[in-house]
């Protein structure tokens, strides 16, 4: 994916995004989206949390998440971890399916 935008700031251990909603933080294993109280997340979600905040909104397919989830092992288990981030935020809208494309955050 290249560079990240100016908009996005990666350490370590934590990722900030600004999306047009406001601001999205992951600091270890808590993301804080814009009004809403930090949510702990697995791993596994956690990752496919922290490629979407990157993406900012951007389309990502199955298959690049497959290459950059190397743990994430299967289609199956991508579409596990999708769910169960989708559980895990107030809102599981925040996560779009993007029919024969991919997944996007919608923050």
């Known amino acids: 994916m290249g560079e990240l935008a100016r908009d996005v700031v990666e350490e370590h251990h934590y990722l900030r995004a600004r999306t047009a909603r406001g601001t999205v933080e ?6 804080c989206l814009p009004g809403e109280e930090p949510v702990r997340l697995a791993p596994g979600p956690m990752s496919v949390m922290r490629v979407l ?7 990502i397919s199955r298959e690049h998440l497959l290459r950059v989830l190397p743990n994430c092992g299967s289609v199956h288990g991508l579409e596990m971890w999708v769910s169960r981030l989708r559980q895990a935020l107030p809102d599981p809208d925040a ?3 993007v029919v024969k494309r991919g997944y996007r955050l919608a923050l």
């Open 26 to 31: 992951i600091i270890n294993n808590l993301v």
């Open 53 to 59: 905040v990157k993406a900012q909104g951007a389309v």
């Open 95 to 97: 996560v779009q399916t």
